[in-house]
């Protein structure tokens, strides 16, 4: 295997141009904000976050060279304040004699500390350099405000089965930097479940795809076979009877069996899932969802309990995590149920688009203290044992509930404790 084959099939395979790149049609589409800023050459800073594998960095890269810029690239988890620095007096000095800028490609931007981000905040108000940052955390609350104060972001979502798809067949025949060399058979079950199991991760996907290949003996006709066993085993994933329409039916009846109380069904169905190689954050995902919209306030432990769930997925990993979360699904499936938070959410959703006459009171408004028209009249509940009756709601809506307390669980003590005060108890009965 010469010195470019030994380069991962993925890098191999990234896009250089916008033609060859997958996904985030949301991003890139045509007319989208980041693609119209691409067209005029007036892409800013930016900072682009999402699951990995899904094209970030390769869009960074993409975007910086059909801009005929100077391209930086630095990794948050190895460089410090002084190659900052030395990027800076590079891109200053580039800028000066060629009048050409700069953008500073910084992978794992989430990983740089306030000291490094603050080294380039100067930098990028003046224009000597342009900032792509690609993180997998969520920047608003792995990074500085500072820098993401001065950077448009944009969420990547994972890429579809059918792109992932497209780009494995595509290095499949490409004998240039792909495995075209190769005498390669791909069963279409195999390909079809790696693009489904890779969870939308290009990377993964294509990477999984060259161990298959370069880790499988030809047969007696010469040819690379790859069944759907063999891929399986590549991606550490057990193929199990599993498709995408069984991998939705078996989630369906995951959530309708926390819903409806029956730890045991909820138990199977999680585990079968996970036995198909499921990711387990999935799982913990769907029931830190279903915490709040089933349980709600009839027992708020149960948030607690999901999202430690989904923490355990991340630090312990599989298997250890499974024991986790088989703890938080029988708590989930055994606690009492209520939807009136889920309930409430919708209605206020709905007013909060629908009503346009929604003017804040005026006690209730960051005004100067005066008593004219109301203002300066707002009743401190902490000087009243902490509670008083006055309007919080605008004129508008100041006769509408959104949040009514089932009878279950906790939710039971707030019908008194609550609604007795505002003499809303009579009125629900009548609705």
């Known amino acids: 295997m010469n010195g470019e084959r030994r380069i991962p099939l993925a890098e191999r395979m990234r896009a250089t141009s916008f033609a060859d790149f997958v996904g985030q049609q949301h991003i890139v589409g045509k007319n989208k904000l980041l693609y119209r800023a691409i067209s005029t050459g007036s892409v800013g800073s930016c900072i682009f976050y999402g699951p990995p594998g899904t094209g970030k960095t390769t869009l960074a890269g993409i975007i910086a060279k059909s801009l005929n810029a100077n391209i930086e690239k630095l990794n948050a988890v190895s460089s410090?304040?002084?190659?900052?620095?030395?990027?800076?007096?590079?891109?200053?000095?580039?800028?000066?004699?060629f009048g050409t800028d700069t953008y500073l490609l910084l992978d794992e931007?989430?990983?740089?500390?306030?000291?490094?981000?603050d080294c380039v905040l100067q930098a990028v108000e003046e224009g000597s350099i342009y900032f792509i940052g690609s993180t997998t955390e969520n920047p608003y609350t792995s990074m500085t405000r500072a820098i993401v104060s001065r950077c448009s972001i944009f969420e990547f979502k994972k890429v579809s089965e059918k792109d992932v798809e497209g780009v494995l067949k595509k290095a499949l025949a490409d004998k240039e930097r792909g495995l075209g060399d190769f005498a390669t058979q791909v069963d279409d079950d195999a390909l079809k479940f790696l693009a489904f199991a890779c969870n939308g991760d290009v990377r993964t996907a294509l990477n999984s795809l060259e161990l298959a290949v370069l880790s499988t003996k030809p047969a007696k006709d010469k040819i690379i076979h790859i069944d759907k066993e063999t891929m399986g085993e590549c991606l550490n994933k057990r193929p199990l009877s599993i498709d995408e329409d069984m991998y939705y039916d078996y989630l369906s009846a995951f959530c309708k069996s926390l819903r409806g109380s029956d730890s045991d069904a909820a138990l199977y169905y999680a585990h079968r899932l996970l036995a198909a190689g499921i990711d387990p954050k999935i799982i913990a995902r769907r029931m830190i969802?279903?915490?709040?919209e089933d349980i709600g306030m009839a027992d708020s432990n149960a948030l607690l309990m999901a999202?430690?769930?989904?923490?355990?997925?991340?630090?312990?990993?599989?298997?250890?995590c499974f024991l986790n979360l088989s703890h938080a699904i029988v708590y989930l499936c055994e606690a009492e149920k209520s939807n009136s938070v889920y309930k409430?959410?919708?209605?206020?959703?709905?007013?909060?688009?629908?009503?346009?006459?929604?003017i804040v009171p005026n006690h209730l408004k960051n005004h100067p203290s005066t008593n004219k028209d109301g203002h300066g009249q707002y009743k401190y509940p902490h000087n009243f044992g902490g509670y008083c009756n006055q309007q919080y709601m605008p004129d508008a809506l100041k006769d509408k509930i959104y949040y009514v307390p089932s009878e279950n669980g906790r939710e039971k003590n707030l019908v008194r404790k609550k609604f007795a005060k505002n003499g809303f108890v009579e009125k629900k009965k009548k609705d």
């Open 80 to 97: 410090g304040v002084s190659d900052a620095k030395a990027v800076i007096e590079r891109a200053r000095a580039q800028k000066q004699m």
């Open 109 to 117: 931007c989430h990983r740089w500390n306030k000291a490094q981000s």
């Open 289 to 292: 969802a279903h915490a709040s």
């Open 307 to 320: 999202c430690l769930a989904h923490y355990a997925c991340e630090k312990n990993g599989a298997p250890e």
């Open 344 to 358: 409430a959410m919708h209605l206020a959703m709905e007013d909060a688009e629908n009503q346009r006459e929604d």
